[in-house]
Nanobody, 120 residues
Framework: QVQLVESGGGSVQPGGSLRVSCAAS????????MAWYRQAPEKVRELVAV???????NYADSVKGRFTISRDNNNNTVYLQMNNLKPEDTAVYYC??????????????WGQGTQVTVSS
């Protein structure tokens, strides 16, 4: 069984910074792609950032230059550093990992979500 546990959300004023983390545990062969999504109230879930196993990254236009995704393969963890936060960044942030299991079957796993609120 694979579990993803997120941490690091919270409340911050506009212009502030937060870092959210997501760690995978359980039995698996490895992890391919890792990503962060977010979902604001009454909106669809959207992709924020993605990082491949080769550490290539891609970002939503709305966060480019402000957010940085990174990964620690030794600890099966993905991070999202968020700087210059804006009220429109307020959402529940979810991590997703492409976990390589037995027989090299790849399955998607999601974290439980962590709330990020940007407000003055």
């Amino acid at each position: 069984q694979v579990q993803l546990v997120e941490s690091g959300g919270g409340s911050v004023q506009p212009g502030g910074s937060l870092r959210v983390s997501c760690a995978a545990s359980g039995s698996f062969y490895g992890i391919s792609g890792m990503a962060w999504y977010r979902q604001a109230p009454e909106k669809v879930r959207e992709l924020v950032a993605v990082i491949t196993s080769g550490r290539s990254t891609n970002y939503a236009d709305s966060v480019k230059g402000r957010f940085t995704i990174s990964r620690d393969n030794n600890n099966n963890t993905v991070y999202l550093q968020m700087n210059n936060l804006k009220p429109e960044d307020t959402a529940v942030y979810y991590c997703k990992m492409e976990v390589i299991g037995s027989r090299l079957v790849v399955s998607d796993y999601w974290g439980q979500g962590t709330q990020v609120t940007v407000s003055s």
